[in-house]
């Protein structure tokens, strides 16, 4: 495994100051990420309270694992900006800083005094993202959304049905971690051009949106044909269900006539390559029922799905365990890769997940460990907004921020 980076090593956003009035997953996930490339990320959080994600899944240890995972490398700024001080110095930090993002419900920022209209007067460069569920336009943008009612209303939760035909929720947060990504290439985009012209830019991230963008041929062949054409075959699913092999499962992918070659071959089955139901893919999905238990049986017969795996692999046919989260962290191409980073944290040593761009010449990385709640107030305060110890403590005493 990884173990986090020191602050000299240079990334690609050295120099660049994130300012952030986002809490739970979308915009956390995206400010880890330019936080890994190097930005300068200034969590805004409540005094007293902080981001509701701290007190998600808390362990013995008194922190939250998701916490700690979104935040690795963050600042924490803990300021009131309901209160005019509070806003006061938010507007002030703005002002020096480069990009915004924030996921309220869409106009609740701008309510607050922080839309993009009034922070283009402050700081022309400025590149504001707003990360909501449906976006800042259309009949459901004032919808309150999470996650699953995100994936459902954008048909991925409609894709994976199981055998009784009713749809299976996912259980993880794929919208938001989506939309962070898709919100990560935007700023990244909008910097650039701000570098060229000097403007600033207001991007508008639906989580919606960017689930809907990454449907690929469901949706594609349903906007060309009407259906999905090629796909609604109850066969597919027979054919592509993970088989069993002793007491795990592999998933097998026979999508060109390449590969049902090779693995005729590696069966010792050259009848079943010449068989007129099983030449095309469209053929063997229509005739799954026939050919799922022929392949059943001979995967049971190699003993285990390691074996079948060594086989398959060998013979240039694409095979994957069906891996649990332990089978992932042990596996050699997530160690090889240190997609598992050491960082240290108030309690001790702990692992989070590493950054997924590898460069060149710069490096992305854990830059530290999750700020607890306003640990960077008095060092944002003074280094950056200019304000002195006399005027920082009255702060504090007056509750406006916390230390």
Not at 283 to 306: N, T, V
């Amino acid at each position: 495994m990884g173990t986090q980076s020191s602050d000299e090593k240079p990334g690609l956003l050295d120099g660049v100051r994130v300012i952030v009035l986002s809490h739970y997953l979308a915009g956390p996930h995206c400010t880890r990420l330019l936080a890994d490339m190097g930005a300068e990320v200034i969590k805004v959080e409540n005094p007293g309270v902080g981001d509701p994600e701290r007190l998600v899944e808390i362990d013995d240890d008194g922190f939250s694992d998701t916490f700690i995972r979104y935040n690795a490398g963050k600042k924490s700024l803990a300021v009131d900006i309901r209160k005019p001080e509070g806003l006061a110095i938010t507007r002030e930090l703005i002002r020096r800083s480069h990009v915004v993002i924030e996921n309220r419900r869409p106009g609740s920022i701008a309510d607050l005094g922080l839309g993009y209209q009034e922070l283009q007067k402050l700081n022309p460069s400025i590149v504001m993202c707003s990360i909501s569920g449906y976006g800042q336009s259309g009949p459901f943008a004032q919808r309150g959304a999470y996650a699953g009612i995100i994936q459902s209303w954008a048909g991925f939760t409609g894709l994976f049905r199981g055998a009784d035909g009713a749809p299976k929720i996912m259980p993880m947060s794929l919208a938001d971690i989506n939309a962070g990504i898709h919100a990560t290439a935007a700023i990244c985009a909008a910097l650039f051009h701000c570098q060229r012209t000097g403007k600033g830019q207001f991007i508008d991230i639906s989580m919606f949106d960017c689930m809907v963008s990454i449907i690929d041929r469901p949706l594609t062949r349903h906007l060309a044909h009407g259906k999905w054409k090629g796909r609604d075959f109850a066969g597919y699913g027979l054919l592509t269900e993970p088989y069993k092999c002793g007491d795990s499962y592999i998933h097998i992918s026979l999508v060109s006539p390449a590969d049902w070659g090779r693995i005729t071959k590696a069966m010792g089955r050259p009848d079943l390559g010449q068989d007129p139901r099983f030449q095309t893919e469209e053929q063997r999905l229509q005739h799954a029922g026939h050919l799922r238990p022929i392949l059943a049986e001979w995967f049971e017969s190699l003993g285990s799905a390691e074996k079948v795996i060594e086989v398959l692999d060998g013979a240039g046919v694409p095979v994957s365990l069906v891996a649990t989260m332990k089978d992932v962290i042990k596996n050699p191409q997530f160690l090889a890769r240190q997609l598992a980073v050491e960082i240290e944290e108030p309690f001790g040593t702990t692992n989070v997940i590493g950054s997924p761009f590898k460069f060149s010449d710069t490096e992305a990385t854990v830059r530290g460990a999750a700020p607890a709640l306003g640990q960077h107030t008095r060092e944002i305060l003074e280094g950056v907004v200019g304000y002195d110890d006399s005027r920082i403590n009255q702060l504090k005493e007056r509750g406006i921020i916390g230390t």
